[in-house]
Nanobody
């Protein structure tokens, strides 16, 4: 019904930048929250940033001032601009969206994940 396709991960040196993108497609009426999570093997998935359709954005403390989450409601796409990356940012990053379908039911959708590795 709905797919999230992520892109933009990779290997970067400490202090570098990456931009993640997540595009939603399918039977979409509207999208409420769009969020980025990250997960390191052996640890729970962590909420990194979330944005609502009205433009509210919130971040976990460890990325405030370094990451910027934005969305394009026309393209149904959410972005995560990551600057001044640190080795502890290394993780698999997942996109999540709360989607209202054309049938007016609501579903919680996850992307496939994209790896971000920060290393010299």
């Amino acid at each position: 019904q709905v797919q999230l396709v992520e892109s933009g991960g990779g290997l970067v040196q400490p202090g570098g930048s990456l931009r993640l993108s997540c595009a939603a497609s399918g039977s979409i009426h509207s999208i409420n929250a769009m969020s980025w999570y990250r997960q390191v093997p052996g640890k729970e998935r962590e909420l990194v940033a979330t944005t609502t359709s009205g433009g509210y954005v919130d971040y976990t403390d460890s990325v405030k001032g370094r990451f910027t989450c934005s969305r394009d409601n026309v393209k149904n796409t959410v972005y995560l601009q990551m600057n001044n990356l640190k080795p502890e940012d290394t993780a698999a990053y997942y996109c999540n969206a709360v989607v209202v379908l054309t049938s007016r039911s609501t579903v919680d959708v996850w992307g496939q994940g994209t790896q971000v590795t920060v290393s010299s």
